[in-house]
């Protein structure tokens, strides 16, 4: 159901794509690196925040930033960005095609979990280093954080997503739509409020949503703004009525100029996107 063509042809080499929001991130990175990877792409998936670390079914190798440079036993006088330039260079053979890497910056330190490890993930400098390099073909960027929270808003310092990012999609999850704002289920509360004037206990319906997707401060947030925007709503499962959910997209798409599309879906399921609204069916003619 993706235009893969559309995608592929919005940069040569590598595509970058940038996933803020909540609602499930992460899942979403996965699934797009095995499409891409089934599409004979060599993936990397990284964040400019803090992940876990991806269970084995997920990615073909996980990989330190700074190991791409100890292998290669760089002299101590170069300089970092000589050291981590040069091994990518050489140490390309350990990349197969298609295949997807997960490339993280370091272990952290968290009580959060005792099954999960989080790590932390590279600065512009760093992935500007792995997508001139050429060992990928496509870039994804978790590139915001939301505590598992089904929406949010970002704060001052979010999200971090690069300049050079083809797509963006903010995710949502479907079971905070049509539902009543509370601060247990918004991430950064405060920011979601002023932006969108949502008031405790005012539903978050179309009107809400347009805000937070339009607002310069809002969902989209320091995006490019050449990059295709894409709104996915995830969890259409845990949603109350889909009917509804449904007619809410359709509003969103129809009046909000900043949106390119709405995916609509299940991203745990095994055919996970179940509906697109695309800008152009909803374009009115002047």
């Known amino acids: 159901m993706l235009d893969i063509s559309r995608l592929l042809a919005l940069q040569s080499s590598p595509l970058v794509i940038s996933l803020v929001g909540g609602g499930g991130k992460t899942t979403t990175a996965f699934w797009l690196a095995h499409f891409f990877k089934n599409w004979g792409h060599r993936v990397c998936v990284t964040t400019t925040t803090k992940m876990y670390l991806p269970e084995l079914h997920q990615s073909d190798y996980i990989i330190h930033f700074d190991y791409l440079a100890s292998v290669n036993s760089i002299n101590d006088s170069h300089s970092e960005n000589e050291k981590t330039t040069s091994s990518l260079a050489q140490d390309s053979f350990i990349f197969s095609d298609p295949s997807i890497t997960f490339c993280h910056r370091g272990v952290i330190k968290s009580k959060e979990s005792q099954n999960k490890i989080k790590v932390s993930g590279l600065t512009f400098n760093e992935l500007s280093i792995l997508k001139n390099e050429g060992n990928f073909t496509v870039l994804i960027i978790e590139s915001d954080g939301a505590r598992a929270m089904p929406i949010k ?30 601060p247990n289920s918004v991430h950064r509360w405060s920011a979601f409020s002023a932006i969108t004037q949502c008031q405790q206990g005012d539903v978050i319906n179309h009107r809400v949503l347009n805000k ?17 925007k894409i709104w996915l709503i ?49 374009a009115v003619a002047t």
Do not use: Y
């Not at 845990?238 to 879906?265: G, M």
């Open 234 to 282: 995830n969890k259409l499962d845990l949603h109350h009525d889909t009917q509804l959910l449904n007619a809410t997209a359709e509003s969103v798409i129809e009046q909000n100029h900043h949106l390119d599309a709405i995916w609509l879906a299940v991203m745990t399921s095994a055919s996970p996107i179940k509906k697109i609204l695309a800008k152009e069916q909803f």
């Open 212 to 228: 937070l997707i339009s607002h310069p401060s809002g969902m989209f947030k320091n995006a490019p703004a050449h990059a295709i």
């Open 153 to 182: 808003a970002p704060l001052r310092h979010e999200p971090c997503i690069p300049n050079d990012s083809d797509m963006v999609i903010g995710v949502t999850g479907a079971e905070a739509i049509n539902t009543p704002a509370t």
